[in-house]
C-alpha cells in the first residue's frame, strides 16, 4: 500500500511523515528527493542555472532561498522550475513504488502530490491542515520573512481544494499527542499487518 501525505506549507507533513516511520513504515520526502536531484553538475541543476543565472548559486551550490526569492515572485518562473524538476522527481518515487515488495508499506511526503501529478499512484491521500496563524507562525520559525510568507502562501492550491481528494483529514493545530492520536486512529482504520504503534 502506498500512502500520500499531503498538505500546504507550515502544515507540519514531515511531523506526521515521521510518526508513520515510528511504525515501521518506509517514508519517502520528495523535498529531500528534490535537494538529491539539485546537487551540483546533475542534469536539473544545469537547466535550472541555464534557466534563472548564476546568480542562484552560493559557490558550486544552488542556494534553494536565492531560487526561492525568484520563483515564488513570478508563477510562469515557478511553472519553469516545477517543468524542470517535476518529471525528475516523479522518476524516482514511482520507481521505488515499482520496487515495492508484497505487504511493504509506503509513505510519501509530498507537498505537490495533487499538483505534480503523483495521486494516480498512491493508494490513500492524507491530507494535513492547520490553523493559518499556526502555518504562519511555523513558516515565520522557520526563517522566512513575513513578506516571503505572504508570497509563498499566495502561490499554493487552497486547503480546501486538497482536502476534496483526501482519505483522511489530520488537523496538525493542537498538541502533539492529538496529532499522534490521529495518526493512530487512521491506521487502525487501514489495518496495517497488525503492525503496533511504537512508543
Given at each position: 500500500m502506498?500512502?500520500g501525505?499531503?498538505?500546504?506549507?507550515?502544515?507540519g507533513?514531515?511531523?506526521?511523515?515521521?510518526m508513520?516511520?515510528?511504525?515501521?513504515?518506509?517514508?519517502?520526502?520528495?523535498?529531500?528527493i528534490?535537494?538529491?536531484?539539485l546537487?551540483?553538475?546533475?542534469?536539473?541543476?544545469?537547466?535550472?542555472?541555464?534557466?534563472?543565472g548564476?546568480?542562484?548559486?552560493?559557490?558550486?551550490f544552488?542556494?534553494?532561498?536565492?531560487?526561492?526569492?525568484?520563483?515564488?515572485?513570478d508563477?510562469?518562473?515557478?511553472?519553469?522550475?516545477n517543468k524542470?524538476?517535476?518529471?525528475?522527481?516523479?522518476?524516482?518515487?514511482k520507481?521505488?513504488?515499482k520496487?515495492?515488495?508484497?505487504?511493504?508499506?509506503?509513505?510519501?511526503d509530498a507537498?505537490?502530490?495533487v499538483?505534480?501529478g503523483?495521486l494516480?499512484?498512491?493508494?490513500?491521500?492524507?491530507?494535513v491542515?492547520?490553523k493559518?496563524?499556526?502555518?504562519?507562525?511555523r513558516?515565520?520559525k522557520s526563517?522566512?520573512?513575513?513578506?516571503?510568507?505572504k508570497?509563498?502562501?499566495?502561490f499554493?492550491?487552497?486547503?480546501?481544494?486538497k482536502?476534496?481528494?483526501?482519505?483522511?483529514?489530520?488537523?496538525?493545530?493542537?498538541?502533539?499527542?492529538?496529532?499522534?492520536?490521529?495518526?493512530?486512529?487512521?491506521w487502525?482504520?487501514?489495518?496495517?499487518?497488525?503492525?503496533?504503534?511504537?512508543?
Amino acid at each position: 500500500m502506498v500512502i500520500g501525505i499531503t498538505g500546504n506549507f507550515g502544515v507540519g507533513k514531515t511531523t506526521i511523515a515521521r510518526m508513520f516511520r515510528r511504525l515501521g513504515v518506509r517514508v519517502i520526502d520528495a523535498d529531500q528527493i528534490a535537494h538529491m536531484i539539485l546537487r551540483p553538475y546533475t542534469s536539473a541543476y544545469k537547466q535550472i542555472i541555464a534557466c534563472f543565472g548564476k546568480g542562484i548559486l552560493a559557490g558550486v551550490f544552488i542556494s534553494r532561498r536565492r531560487l526561492a526569492k525568484i520563483v515564488f515572485l513570478d508563477k510562469k518562473k515557478l511553472k519553469r522550475l516545477n517543468k524542470i524538476t517535476h518529471p525528475k522527481i516523479l522518476k524516482i518515487i514511482k520507481s521505488k513504488i515499482k520496487h515495492l515488495t508484497e505487504n511493504e508499506i509506503l509513505v510519501i511526503d509530498a507537498a505537490l502530490l495533487v499538483e505534480s501529478g503523483l495521486l494516480p499512484w498512491v493508494d490513500r491521500v492524507v491530507v494535513v491542515k492547520c490553523k493559518p496563524r499556526i502555518q504562519i507562525d511555523r513558516l515565520r520559525k522557520s526563517g522566512l520573512t513575513a513578506q516571503e510568507v505572504k508570497r509563498r502562501l499566495n502561490f499554493q492550491s487552497p486547503q480546501d481544494e486538497k482536502i476534496k481528494f483526501a482519505d483522511f483529514v489530520i488537523d496538525n493545530s493542537g498538541r502533539r499527542s492529538q496529532t499522534e492520536k490521529q495518526v493512530r486512529d487512521i491506521w487502525e482504520k487501514l489495518n496495517m499487518g497488525g503492525r503496533k504503534w511504537k512508543k
